[in-house]
């Protein structure tokens, strides 16, 4: 019987990329706002709005072997300029409605032999940068709750973070408009360049599947040695 592997919101970018690669060995479902490019592909899409929608009212397995949580956001502003508001909504997204939505599909995780979690970070989290404050702060929360929920649920299931710099995805289209835009930010990597959606989807493809059967309470960092290398 093939798993199941739910993918919530992503129906472009490293969503449609990570269910391109499970579409072919697993029940692959994508709970989106729009089907978009996922139509091409061999899943099962439910229309879902996550700042709106109750995920326990979809059609879904009594067993889930995967989950994906990708809604975010990249709010990059002065902190002189920022409310209580922006980091209310950034927090709202980015890491309680992850919670929400975890601790709704706990039962259907808990039902697999060993079912695995992955949800999505920021390079920023452990790497200061200016005018991240609200997301590092919404995306940091997202790191201890993810290494405490996989304490707490060891070895019933496994629980992963990856934590990315910036990506060329429809999310980024702001800092990665234009041919100026992108190569100013590829300079910035030692790599000599963002990441693509494929570059991340080959690790939550890794880690949502048994090859990573040995891996829970990480933070990995995919940042094109952002985080780690200075080369000047």
């Given at each position: 019987m093939s798993k199941n592997i739910l993918l919530v919101g992503g129906s472009t970018g490293?969503?449609?990329?990570?269910?391109?690669?499970?579409?072919?060995?697993?029940?692959?479902i994508v709970a989106s706002r729009k089907k978009g490019d996922l139509a091409e592909l061999n899943v099962t899409h439910h229309e879902f709005n996550v700042l709106e929608d109750d995920i326990s009212n979809l059609d879904l397995p009594d067993q889930l072997d995967g989950l994906l949580y990708l809604p975010g956001t990249i709010n990059l502003k002065p902190f002189?300029?920022?409310?209580?508001?922006?980091?209310?909504?950034d927090m709202k997204i980015n890491f309680l409605k992850l919670v929400d939505t975890t601790q709704a599909l706990l039962d259907?995780?808990?039902a697999s032999d060993q079912a695995s979690i992955v949800y999505i970070s920021t390079v920023a989290v452990q790497t200061g940068m200016p005018f991240h404050t609200s997301v590092a702060a919404a995306k940091g929360a997202i790191e201890g709750?993810?290494?405490s929920l996989a304490a707490e649920y060891a070895p019933n299931f496994r629980v992963n973070v990856i934590?990315?710099?910036?990506?060329n995805t429809p999310l980024a289209d702001k800092l990665l408009g234009n041919d100026k835009?992108?190569?100013k930010m590829d300079a910035r990597h030692?790599?000599?360049r963002v990441a693509e959606a494929a570059d991340i989807a080959e690790m939550t493809t890794?880690?949502?599947?048994d090859k990573s059967s040995w891996m829970t309470g990480q933070v990995i960092g995919l940042d094109g040695g952002m985080s780690s290398l200075n080369i000047s």
């Open positions: 490293i969503g449609y990329e990570t269910a391109k690669r499970l579409q072919n060995d697993y029940n692959v002189k300029m920022m409310r209580s508001n922006v980091f209310e909504d259907k995780l808990k709750f993810a290494r934590a990315p710099s910036l990506t835009k992108k190569e030692p790599l000599k890794y880690l949502l599947t």
